[in-house]
């Protein structure tokens, strides 16, 4: 087991009152694992992070990476790469230049300088930094400084990697190298990931294992597609076209909407969640459709027929998976609402287990 968390919790007090930024929280990530961790600000991610990688020591309960417990700081800092979103690069020696930034933690983690030089050498160039190697930190740019974070972290191939944010400040390109390159030590170096971002089709590209923190607990743990699923029921995604009203002669036709809302409840059994007009001038509209009342493959059906007995033209009807973000703050809500006192009934119907990983 590459990770270990039982009973953790952490209590800070702040103006006098007790906040609880982890509250008793267990739970175990297999080796090799790249597992994505979510949740709102404030949610206790940063605070279970820095814990893991030592900087926090923990109120109550005990944590083990690699059969180490977090207690013995120096041993975890040999195996642990850590993350942690700044934008400043805060954490490097700003009058030091790069290449002497990346040597010295190389070096502390135990490295040889040849071996470190190397590796230092081989990430630079991965990441277009070679020209930048000799330039101070402080004269980097934010993006430029948050490779060098990253660059940090893998230098000395650690067993596990703490990433908070570890993308913040990339341009699109550097985010998709980064990607790829943590996909590779995670496939080719069995490297176990635990990723913290709020860049949410990062996440759902790469982690096989989704974990929800609200409020210091574990509200879910599952698959990154069964949350989507469990949340958010999927949509029908629909493009179409109705001719023009008898009475709009030449000029452009507004769907009446509370019309169409009420033919679709009627003869699908389903809701209109959005509709927008996609092509005013040839009366084309764009709509996602929730289905209530039948399932996903009917409800196309009828609202097919509906479409083509107004006379009007089908150019695209297929299910929508919702998005990982779409789910995440849906999510969000409905465990807002099941915390009122008022929302028992809700509840029952919205919470679901947690599902741990087999071990």
């Known amino acids: 087991m ?32 790249f597992v994505g961790l979510l949740g709102p600000n404030g949610a206790g991610k940063t605070t279970l992070t820095k814990i893991l990688t030592t900087l926090l020591l923990p109120s109550c309960g005990e944590a083990y990476i690699d059969g180490i417990s977090i207690k013995e700081d120096k041993k975890i800092r040999q195996i642990v790469g850590a ?32 071996v470190a030089k190397k590796r230092i050498q081989s990430l630079l160039n991965y990441f277009d930094l070679e020209e930048k190697k000799n330039a101070l930190v402080m004269k980097l740019s934010t993006g430029m400084k948050a490779k060098v974070l990253l660059i940090r972290s893998l230098v000395p191939f650690p067993k596990v990697l703490l990433l908070d944010e570890p993308t913040l400040g990339f ?131 009828r609202i097919t027929v509906l479409i083509l007995r107004a006379s009007g033209e089908i150019y695209k009807i297929a299910p929508y998976m919702p998005s990982l973000k779409e789910s995440f703050l849906a999510f969000l809500a409905m465990n807002k609402t099941n915390s009122a006192p008022e929302s028992e009934a809700k509840e029952e119907i919205f919470t679901f287990p947690i599902q741990e990983e087999d071990v």
Not at 7 to 27: C, H, P, R, V
Not at 83 to 92: H, K, N
Not at 174 to 203: C, M, Q, V, Y
């Open 2 to 33: 590459s990770i270990e968390i039982e009973s953790l919790s952490k209590q800070f007090t702040k103006k006098g009152k007790e906040i609880n930024a982890l509250d008793d929280i267990s739970l175990k990530i297999k080796e090799g694992s």
């Open 171 to 301: 341009d699109a390109e550097s985010s998709e190298k980064a990607k790829d390159l943590l996909n590779e030590f995670n496939r080719e170096f069995g490297t176990t990931i635990l990723l913290t971002s709020h860049n949410f089709p990062e996440i759902d590209e790469l982690t096989s294992r989704l974990i929800l923190i609200d409020s210091g607990k574990i509200v879910q743990d599952c698959a990154p597609g069964v949350f989507k699923q469990k949340v958010i029921q999927e949509y029908i995604h629909l493009i179409f076209s109705l001719p023009p009203l008898p009475s709009d002669g030449f000029k452009m036709s507004q769907l009446p909407t509370e019309i169409f809302k009420k033919l679709v409840r009627d003869s699908a059994g389903a809701e209109v969640t959005s509709l927008k007009e996609k092509d005013g001038l040839n009366f084309v509209y764009e709509v996602t459709i929730q289905p209530i009342k039948y399932p996903l493959n009917e409800t196309i059906s």
């Open 83 to 114: 993350v942690f979103g700044e934008t400043g690069g805060r954490s490097l020696y700003y009058r030091l230049s790069v290449l002497d930034n990346l040597m010295f933690y190389g070096t502390l983690s135990g490295l040889s300088k040849p």
